[in-house]
Nanobody
Framework: HVQLVESGGDSVEAGGSLRLSCDASGVASARDFRENCMGWFRQAPGKELEEIAS???????NYADPAKGRFTISHDDDANRLDLRMRSLTPEDTAMYYC????????????????RGQGTQVTVS
């Protein structure tokens, strides 16, 4: 059973940067970790959950428009960790951020994620 734990959320000023991390346990091997489709979602108060970035087992990445050019999703394979580096943050980025994973391929905005973490809060003022 895969478990995902997010960290790195914080309160920052507009224009600042953060790195969110998602540590995965219950994955059989680093190879299995890399082969998963993994993504980052966020949910702002009063708004729907939105997928903002994903990375497939083939390394192909996708980003929602608000994330393009500012966010970078990547694997740290040695640590079974998924990162989301965010820069030029604005108050509109304030949200709870979640990572998710599935054993199947990515299908941007349609991936059937099987696992999701509890989230980490990002607040930009």
């Amino acid at each position: 059973h895969v478990q995902l734990v997010e960290s790195g959320g914080d309160s920052v000023e507009a224009g600042g940067s953060l790195r969110l991390s998602c540590d995965a346990s219950g994955v059989a091997s680093a190879r299995d970790f890399r082969e998963n489709c993994m993504g980052w979602f966020r949910q702002a108060p009063g708004k729907e959950l939105e997928e903002i970035a994903s990375i497939g087992g083939d390394g192909v990445t996708n980003y929602a428009d608000p994330a393009k050019g500012r966010f970078t999703i990547s694997h740290d394979d040695d640590a079974n960790r998924l990162d989301l580096r965010m820069r030029s943050l604005t108050p509109e980025d304030t949200a709870m951020y979640y990572c998710a994973a599935t054993g199947g391929p990515c299908s941007w905005l349609g991936t059937d994620y099987a696992f999701r973490g509890q989230g980490t809060q990002v607040t930009v003022s």
